[in-house]
């Protein structure tokens, strides 16, 4: 079991994720795949973002676990570790008025086969998380993927540019539709790409989608909302 170093834990807490912070928990990630513990988080997102339905509470909540896999997806391509917690091991807290994950640090395992360590990842904290949500706040799996997608747009945008050797080929994967079967007939994150290559789709991000942060209180539409070009 690799020990996490200071660099490794500096990383991790750049995608909000914090080592045994237990404490202040008020959830975990596999407890909200639940009736009663989701219509907890939506109360408590309810009253950190004033979100006015279930589908936009359900959004906000992705963005946050998108940035938390984003995380997890760059431990991986950056440092060539994988997470291996489930999701009971992901402690939900607030902190300056938004949610972070608290993880245990005995949880990475050095990578021997990356496509594998990517179906690992998408099994154990992407598909069972959409899926839920999806369903239970009636909101479309495309949105919550796409919540999930930009902040992993943007991390392996960073990664090519740094020429990390591990970051284009894992997404390559990620792009490919049968790592996404059978959970979805294609890949989301083709889709979302629209035939342009990473970083030109960073450099003028676009959705496909639109997130609905446009119904919180006080909030205008995204510069990069589709709605702003129909």
């Known amino acids: 079991m690799p020990k996490l170093n200071d660099e490794h834990i500096a990383s991790l807490e750049r995608f909000g994720m914090f080592l045994n912070r237990q404490s202040d928990a008020f959830t975990n990630a596999q407890a909200i795949l ?3 513990a989701t219509a907890e988080l939506f109360l408590e997102i309810q009253a950190l973002t004033g979100a006015p339905t279930d589908a936009v509470a359900a959004s906000v909540y992705m963005r946050r676990h998108g940035f938390f896999m984003a995380g997890l997806f760059h431990m991986l391509s950056k440092s060539n570790l994988l997470y291996t917690g489930k999701l009971e091991d992901i402690s939900l807290f607030i902190d300056n008025g938004t949610i972070q994950f608290s993880i245990p640090p005995d949880s990475f395992e050095d990578v021997y086969d990356r496509h594998e360590a990517i179906l690992s990842l998408l099994g154990q904290h992407g598909h069972p998380v ?4 999806s369903k239970r ?3 479309s799996k495309l949105i919550l993927w796409e919540n999930v997608w930009g902040y992993l747009l943007w991390m392996y945008s960073m990664l090519i540019n740094e020429e990390n050797p591990a970051a284009q080929s894992d997404l390559d994967f990620l792009v490919d539709d049968e790592t996404w079967k059978p959970h979805m007939r294609r890949s989301p994150f083709k889709q979302y790409l629209q035939n342009e290559e990473p970083l030109e789709a960073m450099a003028n991000y676009k959705r ?3 997130c609905l ?3 919180l209180p006080d909030t205008e539409k995204c510069p990069y909302c589709p709605l702003n070009r129909t």
């Open 208 to 210: 496909t989608t639109c």
């Open 137 to 139: 706040a009636h909101i």
């Open 130 to 133: 959409t899926e839920y949500m």
């Open 213 to 215: 942060l446009k119904e």
């Open 34 to 36: 639940s009736e009663r």
